[in-house]
């Protein structure tokens, strides 16, 4: 039996997060029975329960203001050690999600080094480039990254943009890199047009049903929230631009209401979050388009959600978004009049080009990004992975064309 303990999300039940959603996946869609899933769990108190066949045990962190996310990861760290030395099992290996906990990273390595236990770190996103923290902790998160990157025996990346960066960025670690990447399900909402819970959501916010763009995401600058609301406001589109995202007590939303004076034109709604899976669901295939501006990080969920359930989406030409949306989108610039211009072109689009880029969109979560292969892919890393034998394994996206 491989034991596998998992570091780095809030934990499971998954009520939000991409990491969470991950670990959800991977443990409901669970085929080895020679796999046993350890996942640490943000909790109010100290203990441990099972869900999807996993033991899960909660972590209770003191407050300590933005430290709380690293001090998690230590004491989920030290609880996994204490764990392995105690019970002793045959094989074990660690999975640690995210590079936050650098500097303190080589001391618990050496140790799971002498139980022979192997670790791998999934580095995630550029954590280091996001506008929302101040410039220590962005040399933080970028001290860390690299002191993760160094003595990690195996880096999992969700996106073949990120495991290019760590290999070119790290050429002096010669890191070892396997490419398996983040999912979605293909899977239509229940909710039927004119279910109450959908309707009366269209009413209370005022939003026409079909005739409107979508944006899900952190309300946070690199997302690009104010070149999509200055280019939709300079655009002719007749459509409604609708944004699922919170804003409560975010001085960024005032600074660009601002900057952008959004409020004074009423196709721009923001109406708050969704965390009903099944009304967003509904949301996102009912949608005239989906917007994308995420230009951190690697492989977006909230894209590979959109790409699974809306038609028509319109991304930001990044190297991530390029890598996943491939021909089954349109693309556009941060430069000034390049959105307003494919928002005109998408507004003319006949309905059976609008259907084509919708099917290609689910050919590409079908063929790249379906759970039950990413689970598989998994489970064959952590019951074949051996620290002085891994080799990288590599996907290469579809490049489509402007």
């Known amino acids: 039996m491989k034991h ?106 050496k140790r799971l080094d002498r139980l022979g236990v192997p670790v791998y770190v999934n580095p995630d996103g550029h954590e280091w480039k996001r506008s929302k923290w101040p410039k220590p902790v962005r040399a933080y998160w970028k001290l860390s990254e690299r002191l993760m990157v160094k003595h990690a025996d195996l880096l999992v990346c969700d996106s073949v943009g990120i495991e290019d960066y760590i290999r070119q960025d790290y050429a002096r670690y010669r890191p070892r890199t396997q490419f398996i990447s983040y ?58 631009l609708v944004l699922i995202t919170g804003v409560e007590a975010n001085a960024f939303y005032e600074r660009l209401k601002q900057a952008t004076g959004f409020d004074r034109d009423p196709r721009i709604k923001f109406v708050g979050t969704v965390y009903d899976g099944e009304l967003l669901a509904k949301l996102r295939e009912e949608a005239y388009g989906y917007l994308h501006g995420h230009e951190v990080g690697g492989t977006n969920p909230s894209l590979l959600e959109a790409l699974a359930a809306t038609r028509l989406n319109l991304l930001l030409d990044v190297v991530f978004n390029r890598e996943v949306g491939a021909d089954g989108a349109l693309y556009f610039s941060k430069q000034p009049g390049d959105l307003a211009r494919v928002l005109h072109e998408a507004d003319r689009l006949p309905t059976a080009v609008i259907e084509s880029y919708g099917a290609r969109a689910k050919n590409r979560i079908r063929e790249a990004y379906s759970w039950p292969d990413i689970v598989s892919q998994y489970e064959r890393l952590f019951l074949t992975e051996e620290p002085s034998t891994a080799t990288a394994v590599r996907k290469e996206p579809a490049v489509a064309s402007r």
């Open 183 to 240: 999912g979605a399900d293909l899977i239509p909402s229940p909710l039927a047009s004119d279910a109450p819970k959908l309707t009366d959501w269209y009413r209370e916010h005022g939003v026409e049903p079909g005739n409107y763009y979508l944006v899900v995401g952190r309300f946070v600058p690199e997302n690009n929230y104010e070149t999509m609301i200055r280019e939709f406001m300079a655009s002719d589109s007749p459509r409604q």
């Open 4 to 109: 596998v303990f998992i570091i780095g999300s809030k934990g499971i039940p998954a009520r939000y997060g991409g990491f969470e959603t991950f670990v959800e996946q991977l443990t409901l869609k669970k085929r080895s029975a020679g796999i046993k899933y350890h996942v640490a769990c943000l909790g109010k108190e100290d203990g441990e329960f099972e869900h999807n066949g996993a033991r899960c045990f909660s972590v209770k962190v003191p407050e300590v203001g933005s430290a709380k996310a690293v001090l998690y990861d230590l004491m989920s760290l030290r609880r996994t050690l204490a764990y392995i030395r105690r019970h002793k099992p045959e094989e074990a290996a660690v999975y640690i999600l995210a590079c936050r906990i650098g500097p303190f990273f080589a001391y618990y390595k």
